[in-house]
């Protein structure tokens, strides 16, 4: 993917999250964050395909920790497009952030996000609230700046066979966050591809352990077991 510039949005869109809660009180929430493309003003809706490709990862999360007190959050973008300067997933990322302090106080939030899902919670993972990342074959562009916390749990997956992303890009920031002093993991899935079609079932394990070894950090405790 490619930075382009883009025209004028529509009038008062809104991002909204879907939300599947913890039993009982919630002591963490993970946000899941979707793809998109790299110029679109079409508002974002729950059928897109970037949207369904990350419901098995999210339900899979909630089924392993729900009743460990962690809530699930699905942020539904204003637009499917980055759209240049503007980085407009980020915006609302920020507003998600918000609203999880809003709702449940400081409770710590974990990143799952794929493609521009991916680059959207990078340029968050600064923020006081984040304490862990899951990027799934992230748009990162080249030199894009490192915004992670040193100590900052950081889980790369990208597929060698990506086609849309680059897997080398995303070995290449996982460099400069761990050289940032963040605890960067970086794994190429050998034959895997940008939508995690094929080897879906190593990428969705991949994926649901990193969350779940983040969450008991963040959490001090041993990692969320069902």
Do not use: C
């Not at 990162?140 to 950081?154: D, K, M, N, T």
Request: hydrophobic residues 45%; charged residues 20%; positive net charge.
């Amino acid at each position: 993917m490619q930075d382009q510039g883009a025209e004028r949005p529509p009038d008062d869109p809104v991002a909204t999250v879907g939300i599947w809660p913890a039993r009982g009180a919630t002591r963490a929430v993970v946000l899941v964050l979707n793809g998109g493309k790299a110029v679109s003003r079409e508002v974002s809706m729950s059928t897109q395909l970037s949207v369904l490709r990350m419901l098995p990862f999210a339900w899979a999360i909630r089924r392993r920790t729900r009743s460990q007190g962690v809530a699930v959050w699905r942020l539904r973008y204003r637009f499917r497009g980055w759209n240049g300067s503007e980085a407009s997933p980020v915006t609302d990322a920020r507003w998600a952030l918000d609203e999880v302090r809003r709702v449940h106080g400081d409770v710590p939030v974990i990143l799952i996000g794929h493609s521009m899902g991916g680059r959207t919670a990078a340029h968050v993972g600064g923020d006081p609230s984040v304490r862990g990342l899951v990027l799934l074959a992230p748009w990162l562009a080249a030199g894009e700046a490192v915004r992670a916390r040193p100590g900052l749990p950081i889980s790369v997956l990208h597929g060698d066979q990506d086609r849309i992303t680059s897997a080398a890009a995303s070995a290449a920031w996982g460099e400069r966050a761990r050289r940032a002093g963040a605890d960067v993991s970086v794994r190429i899935i050998p034959g895997g591809e940008h939508f995690m079609l094929r080897h879906f079932w190593q990428w969705q394990r991949l994926a649901v352990a990193g969350v779940l070894d983040q969450v008991a950090q963040a959490l001090d405790r041993p990692t969320v077991r069902s």
